[in-house]
């Protein structure tokens, strides 16, 4: 049984960081961090293909978060530096299967499993 769990959530003021972690129980060819703000749709941020270590983000987060991945670990992380009130969401670890690629960010009906998510919020 797949499973992709999420840690490193928090509180953090604008312009912190935080760090998100993600312990994949399987590999996968391709993985995402999503996010879904209350009320909104969930929405890609992120994306790495795991063989060449290519890399896919959304403009909204380019040069203030990097997504990597410990293929050692099997784990997945996403450093958010500089945060806004915006980036406040509960964020989503996720894989596909058969499919990658950066065209998924905006694809999330084409996501097979997801985490349970963990929540940041960040205040002005």
């Known amino acids: 049984q797949v499973q992709l769990v999420e840690s490193g959530g928090g509180s953090t003021q604008a312009g912190g960081s935080l760090r998100l972690s993600c312990a994949a129980s399987g590999t996968f060819d391709c993985m995402y961090w999503f996010r879904q703000a209350p009320g909104a749709e969930r929405k890609g941020v992120a994306g790495i293909s795991t063989g060449i270590g290519a890399t896919y983000y959304v403009d909204s987060v380019k040069g203030r978060f990097t997504i990597s991945q410990d293929n050692a670990k099997n784990t997945l992380y996403l450093q958010m530096n500089s945060l806004k009130p915006e980036d406040t969401a509960t964020y989503y670890c996720?894989?596909?299967?058969?499919?990658?690629?950066?065209?998924?960010?905006?694809?999330?009906?084409?996501?097979?499993?997801w985490g349970q998510g963990t929540l940041v919020t960040i205040s002005s």
């Open positions: 996720a894989a596909a299967v058969g499919v990658c690629g950066s065209f998924l960010l905006t694809r999330a009906g084409l996501i097979r499993y």
